[in-house]
């Protein structure tokens, strides 16, 4: 158990709708990262929050957010959903800033029909 | 822009027998971490092994271990005394000391083979 919870595990929906995905990180940590793996495909970094502010961004579409909260949660918003957002989508959590080892949570797996 | 680049899609290795696994990154800085991670057919993200950009000698853990060649930007890992829990898609990653993005590679996808 990597301390980082995700919810939902499994989400199905249709195309145009919109989902939220939600992370706690490990406790004490500050940072909160998004990736998206696709079917048999690295993961893509999206997003990256440090104690509650955007701190890095990549490739992330202008229809999907995320934020922060005062508690360290983190939520991720896809809207307007198409077929090829279909992915596993992870959060991770940073221990230090000296280090940089991401603990993972067990992923949220998005289907879209 | 930095970049992980892992060469080799698939691999496969009789068990016991030893495998490396290559990746390569490009980067015109000079402290940075680096890291291999796991992903057994779980899908969890599991850490490998991790390696300081300052620190010459090469990281171990058990039967895992790197070749880090810094002038040559490479970051291999070796398994040594494969095993068939060893079977698993693997990641490279690189993270700079200066921002706070962790870019991973592609990933290798490793078979043992009984």
């Known amino acids: 158990d990597s301390g980082v919870t995700q919810t939902p595990k499994h989400l199905i929906t249709a195309t145009g709708q919109r989902v939220t995905l939600r992370c706690s990180p490990r406790?004490?940590?500050?940072?909160v990262y998004w990736y998206q793996q696709s079917l048999d495909q690295g993961l893509q970094f999206l997003i990256q929050y440090y104690n509650g502010e955007e701190r890095a961004k990549g490739n992330i579409l202008e229809r999907f957010s995320a934020q922060q909260f005062p508690d360290l949660h983190s939520e991720l918003n896809l809207s307007s959903l198409e077929l090829g957002d279909s992915a596993l989508y992870f959060c991770?959590?940073?221990?230090?800033?000296?280090?940089?080892?991401?603990?993972f949570g067990e992923g949220s797996r998005l289907t879209v029909l | 822009a930095q970049t992980v680049t892992q060469s080799q899609p698939e691999m496969s290795v009789q068990e016991a027998e030893t495998v490396t696994l290559s990746c390569t990154y490009d980067?015109?800085?000079?402290?940075?971490?680096l890291f291999w991670y796991k992903q057994p057919p779980s899908r969890q993200m599991i850490l490998v092994i991790r390696q300081e950009a300052y620190k010459q000698q090469n990281a171990t853990e058990n039967r895992f271990s790197v070749n880090f060649q810094k002038a040559a930007k490479s970051f291999s890992l070796k398994i040594s005394d494969s095993q068939l829990g060893d079977a698993a898609m693997y990641f490279c990653?690189?993270?700079?000391?200066?921002?706070?993005?962790?870019?991973f590679g592609k990933g290798t996808r490793l078979h043992i083979l009984p």
């Open positions: 406790s004490g940590d500050l940072s």
């Open positions: 991770a959590s940073r221990a230090g800033v000296d280090t940089g080892e991401l603990f």
């Open positions: 990653a690189y993270r700079s000391a200066l921002d706070d993005k962790i870019i």
């Open positions: 980067t015109s800085e000079s402290d940075y971490y």
